[in-house]
């Protein structure tokens, strides 16, 4: 049974920074890309970042990027997200996600994604 575990979640204050991991199980990650997306209260489900199923290819959101990093240790199988520099709009739950085929550089759509975990809060605030 595939399965993906998000972790790393919490408060933190605006500037503050956290790592977020996901763990997968069931399935080898080692060549899938992998995604992280957010949905913020009230608002609908958005890309963050994706990694080739190498890790040699790195795709962000505008939101993202310079603050942002992905990254994967597919001897562990884990997916991780440093995040430095949170602002409040960061505000969201963060899930992690498997796309359905094998060798892909990397989308940023939801629907090339078939496996997805339940997701880690993460709030930003003072």
């Known amino acids: 049974q595939v399965q993906l575990v998000e972790s790393g979640g919490g408060l933190v204050q605006p500037g503050g920074s956290l790592r977020l991991s996901c763990v997968a199980s069931g399935f080898t990650l080692d060549y899938y890309a992998m995604g992280w997306f957010r949905q913020a209260p009230g608002k609908e489900r958005e890309f963050v970042a994706v990694i080739n199923w190498i890790g040699s290819i790195t795709n962000y959101a505008d939101s993202a990027k310079g603050r942002f990093t992905i990254s994967r240790d597919n001897a562990k199988n884990t997916l991780y997200l440093q995040m430095n520099s949170l602002k409040p709009e960061d505000t969201a739950v963060y899930y992690c996600?498997?796309?359905?085929?094998?060798?892909?550089?990397?989308?940023?759509?939801?629907?090339?994604?078939?496996?997805w975990g339940r997701g880690t809060q993460v709030t930003v605030s003072s």
């Open positions: 996600a498997a796309e359905r085929t094998m060798f892909s550089i990397g989308s940023r759509r939801e629907t090339d994604f078939g496996s």
